[in-house]
């Protein structure tokens, strides 16, 4: 993955309370880019550094929705029929 370098104000971190700046700013860019619908749940969760269940956490501590729509019910649904054979 290429990496970017940005500079910002040091002061920056202690207004987003975070000991990892670049940490922190990859969670709230994966956030804001799942919010918009730019990105999967899983993606958002490469960009942050995280598990899935670690992003999923994240997005309810932050108020953001998981989107579940009908497709994905449809995914689970084969999953669950596959997995009762």
């Keep these: 993955?290429?990496?970017?370098?940005?500079?910002?104000?040091?002061?920056?971190a202690r207004?987003?309370?975070?000991?990892?700046?670049?940490?922190a700013v990859r969670?709230?860019?994966?956030?804001?880019?799942?919010?918009?619908g730019l990105i999967s749940?899983?993606?958002?969760?490469?960009?942050?550094?995280?598990?899935?269940?670690?992003m999923m956490e994240l997005m309810a501590r932050k108020g953001v929705p998981i989107r579940y729509g009908p497709e994905d019910l449809e995914e689970d649904l084969r999953t669950l029929e596959e997995a009762s054979r």
């Design 41 to 54: 749940l899983g993606k958002a969760a490469e960009i942050a550094g995280l598990s899935l269940w670690e």
């Design 15 to 23: 207004i987003v309370r975070a000991k990892d700046l670049s940490k």
């Design 1 to 12: 993955m290429e990496m970017l370098s940005v500079k910002v104000p040091a002061d920056i």
């Design 27 to 36: 969670e709230l860019i994966a956030l804001e880019l799942y919010r918009e």
